[in-house]
């Protein structure tokens, strides 16, 4: 009994050795391989390793003489802009352009105290810099408008784009010319909403508030006899032929309708009597 129980706790005490020395070689292994110092120099090296970044390349464009003078002066002339009193209404100006006919007269006042003070360069020339277009092919030509000439400019009929006023009006042909250097527009046709209404419309370039300006005025014919066509033009006073094939007469400088122009009067001119010679004396 005493053998067999020595035996025993000899056995027991083995087995606890023999697991204290595997638990023992287990902690060896995991210190050696956490302060092992080939793997911590590869370790850090793989942290350290810098990350390439990609590079760029700038381009330098070349930028024209005459755009870095330009967008200098327009930046001074912004700000010489801001520091001018606004300018009381512009008369003879409707008002809702009010506000941008007087940022449009600011502006004219800044830019030319911006180029006062800060003057182009010497030889300064924006063409040298603009590469000329040249063309291979030379355009077609064109056929010129069907015209009927006048006095003083050209009846044209009417195309579907030569409506001034947003198609209110039908129009059957036009008038264009100069009359004391300025240049005229005559529009003869009907109105839309009455078909039996002449209407005769003038659009000339007038100024107002020292902006010139287009100005389209109607005048309709005395009588309601259809639409009008305009045949001919002396001195700014208009032949316009109706749909029944009357005639009426329309003076550009007075803006009225006037009577037909009277005939030349034919003048009678009587020969002198022939002068008799006196007889030989015998």
Do not use: C
Request: hydrophobic share 35%; glycine share 6%; no cysteine.
């Amino acid at each position: 009994m005493n053998e067999g129980h020595i035996y025993k706790s000899q056995r027991r005490w083995l087995y606890l050795l023999l697991s204290l020395a595997g638990v023992s070689f287990i902690l060896l292994v995991i210190w050696g391989t956490l302060t092992n110092p080939y793997r911590a120099s590869r370790t850090a090296s793989v942290v350290m390793m810098p990350t390439l970044q990609p590079t760029v390349s700038s381009t330098v464009t070349h930028v024209p003489t005459y755009v870095v003078y330009a967008r200098a002066v327009n930046a001074t002339a912004e700000s010489i802009a801001l520091t001018l009193p606004t300018p009381s209404s512009i008369p003879d100006v409707r008002p809702d352009l009010q506000e941008s006919r007087k940022r449009r007269y600011i502006m004219n006042i800044a830019l030319r105290t911006a180029v006062a003070l800060y003057p182009p360069p010497p030889n300064y020339d924006p063409q040298s810099e603009i590469t000329p277009y040249v063309r291979l092919t030379p355009l077609p030509t064109e056929e010129p408008y069907p015209s009927a000439p006048t006095a003083n400019g050209a009846i044209y009929d009417v195309s579907l784009q030569d409506d001034p006023i947003g198609k209110q009006h039908k129009n059957s042909n036009y008038w264009v010319g100069y009359i004391g250097g300025e240049r005229i527009s005559v529009y003869a046709g009907r109105q839309k909403t009455n078909a039996t209404q002449g209407v005769v419309l003038i659009m000339m370039s007038v100024m107002e508030g020292g902006e010139p300006t287009t100005r389209i005025i109607e005048y309709t014919t005395p009588t309601q006899i259809g639409p009008v066509r305009i045949t001919g033009e002396i001195d700014g006073q208009f032949a316009l032929q109706a749909a029944n094939g009357s005639f009426l007469y329309f003076d550009l400088s007075t803006r009225q309708w006037v009577s037909p122009p009277p005939l030349p009067t034919p003048s009678l001119s009587i020969p002198p009597l022939p002068t008799l010679s006196p007889l030989p004396t015998l």
